[in-house]
């Protein structure tokens, strides 16, 4: 009976050592087979579903749900004219679609610039009391902002502002003439500084990863794509130019906007111009 203690108080503390043991390589192992991997060869690694239905969640941390709309609640808003334009049909607007990075001194007007934000970001229905935009986004859960240089609009000063998607206005964070530092801010990119107006698509992350975790960054930037696109094709139909702009200083770019960078950071701009 003591013999049969004393074994089992010897193998229990061995069987621990074993298994962390097993552990450890097993980590090992794993660390070893990724490390010859890039960063984003990792993240496309360890944002794939592991083919076992989505249940199957491979990114089980997730952080809390931040609010779904920002709002400068002291800022002076110009609320903005509700969509009415009717343009090229949308093949036409396809086929004519080119990066424009020639723009002409003359301005757009109050109605364009509307026209455009709508298209980026506006309101277009609801599905169970829940608002629906222009652009689609997984999960219908929205991590975009939209931010607006405004250069050379008709009634609208220069300035910095941020679109409020509820009261379809623009909220005005800093009057003034940004455009040497918007084309600083994105790798000396002169365009920048001539568009009339230049949008930043800016996510705030938590959105998403709330609830798809890692992955949901893979379909956040999905999205600043649609927007961008949504953008491009309404500027053809308004007879204007533009670009999407991914190439900036995210640091640059951000301090413009008054963003962390962490929880918030602009990650798509487009430029819009009078051609
Ligand atoms: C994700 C992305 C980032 C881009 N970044 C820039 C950029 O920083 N500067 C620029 O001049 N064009 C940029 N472009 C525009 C591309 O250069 C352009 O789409 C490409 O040359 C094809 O021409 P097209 O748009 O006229 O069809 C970008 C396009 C995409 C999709």
Known sequence: MKESRRAAAVALPLGIMILLLMIGLLAGMKEAENSGLSIAERFQQATALPGKGISADPCPQKPPKPPQYK?????????????????????AAIEQRRSVREFSTRSIDFAQLSQLVFAAQGTTGERYSHPLRAAPSAGALYPMELYVVVNNVEEIPQ??????????GLELLETGDF??????AGLHQSMLGKANATFAVSAVFDRTRFKYGERGMRYIYMEAGHISENIFLQAVSLGLGSVSVGAFYDDKVN????????????????????L
């Open 71 to 91: 709002q400068y609640a002291e800022a002076k808003m110009i609320r903005l004219l509700r969509p009415q334009y009717r343009g090229l049909p949308v093949e």
């Open 159 to 168: 300035g910095i502002y941020h679109y409020n998607i509820r009261e379809h």
């Open 255 to 274: 301090l413009l906007f008054g963003l962390d960078g962490q929880k918030e950071s602009v990650i798509y701009l487009h430029a819009v111009g009078t």
């Open 179 to 184: 455009s040497a530092r918007i084309i600083e």
